[in-house]
Nanobody
Framework: QVELVESGGGLVQAGGSLRLSCVAS???????MGWYRQAPGKQREFVAS???????RYADSVQGRFTISKDTAKKTVYLQMTSLKPEDTAVYYC????????WGQGTQVTVSS
């Protein structure tokens, strides 16, 4: 059974917006949930994370443009991406937990200039 399923990726022009979703079959209550991305030829990097009772965290490169949120009842974490840039092009992965985390299979985001 696949634990995490991402969706919402696609092709968008620079300046556009996308919203990614990550559904966790086992739920998200009590877990730190995060979004990471990996561009071709680069290492996977942190994008954003959300933990109950704490302020969301963002990478400097997306601060002010991306917003992470969650709906515990729907077992879903979202990443709203605005003012997209070509350098945001990557496969975006959802991560559940900090110790022995689960990863989704990723969703491709391509931003054209």
């Amino acid at each position: 059974q696949v634990e995490l399923v991402e969706s919402g990726g696609g092709l968008v022009q620079a300046g556009g917006s996308l919203r990614l979703s990550c559904v966790a079959s086992g739920g998200i209550f009590g877990f730190t949930m995060g979004w990471y991305r990996q561009a071709p030829g680069k290492q996977r990097e942190f994008v954003a994370s959300i933990t109950s009772g704490r302020d969301p965290r963002y990478a400097d490169s997306v601060q002010g443009r991306f917003t992470i949120s969650k709906d515990t009842a729907k077992k879903t974490v979202y990443l709203q991406m605005t003012s997209l840039k070509p350098e945001d092009t990557a496969v975006y992965y959802c991560k559940k937990g900090l110790v022995n985390p689960s990863w989704g299979q990723g969703t491709q985001v391509t931003v054209s200039s």
